[in-house]
């Protein structure tokens, strides 16, 4: 069974400041994917950035960004230039493939942007 | 519609009573997703409907929970003789055909309570 881990429960950072949020999976998969939503008060998921496990590359997105090591199972978010509007929870999430929409999602990290 | 619709936004019940929550997808998206998320937790997925049918049903935690989309566009969620242990957030989500890695929409959920 794949299990996903977010060690950080809450996190704070400066508006403008980068921030990394951490993600760790378990899996005896090969082929995979990876992402990473957000969810306002709104409660409504929003996907903020995507990564297939065959792809090498990091994916970005603007200010988003991932840092995907395979081999270690790790996949951390990376924030830049942070906004108030990143206030939110984020979930890191794990899909394999051929099982679409079954997304297994780790615990969640509460962001909070300081003025 | 313009995004993922569900209703009703709160649901207050007495354990043991029956209760239906309603997703109305976005128009056209012939994929749609249930998932079910307890307070401090990430989602969990339930179902996923291709249409009309249901194509991967193995998160649906026991016999009480059933789904169905007879139109292939709104679905409901049907929770039989609910228990406290119920009370979540229940999150609909569609997308375009259900392919590889396609992009999920989520609506803004419904808070269910169960007394």
């Known amino acids: 069974a794949q299990t996903v881990t977010q060690s950080q429960p809450e996190m704070s950072v400066q508006e403008a400041e980068t921030v990394t949020l951490s993600c760790t999976y378990d899996t005896s998969e090969n082929n995979y994917y990876l992402f990473w939503y957000k969810q306002p008060p709104s409660r409504q998921m929003i996907l903020v950035i995507r990564?297939?496990?065959?792809?090498?590359q990091n994916a970005t997105e603007n200010r988003f960004s991932v840092n995907f090591q395979k081999a270690a199972k790790s996949f951390s978010l990376k924030i830049s230039d942070s906004q108030l509007g990143d206030t939110a929870m984020y979930f890191c999430a794990f899909m394999k493939v051929g099982s679409q929409g079954n997304l297994i999602f780790g615990k969640g990290t509460k962001l909070s942007v300081k003025p | 519609g313009a995004g993922v619709s569900q209703t009703p936004s709160n649901k207050v019940t007495e354990k043991g009573k029956y209760v239906e929550l309603r997703c109305d997808p976005i128009?056209?998206?012939?994929?749609l997703y249930w998932y079910r998320q307890s307070l401090g937790q990430g989602p969990e997925f339930l179902i996923y409907?291709?249409?009309?049918?249901?194509?991967?049903d193995s998160g649906l935690p026991n016999d009480r929970f059933f789904a169905v989309r007879p139109e292939g566009s709104v679905s409901t969620l049907k929770i039989q003789r609910t228990e406290r242990g119920d009370s979540a957030v229940y999150l609909c989500a569609s997308s375009l055909t259900g392919g590889r890695n396609e992009k999920l929409f989520f609506g803004s959920g419904t808070q269910l309570s169960v007394l």
């Open positions: 409907f291709q249409g009309t049918g249901a194509a991967d």
């Open positions: 128009s056209g998206h012939t994929a």
């Open positions: 990564q297939e496990a065959y792809k090498q």
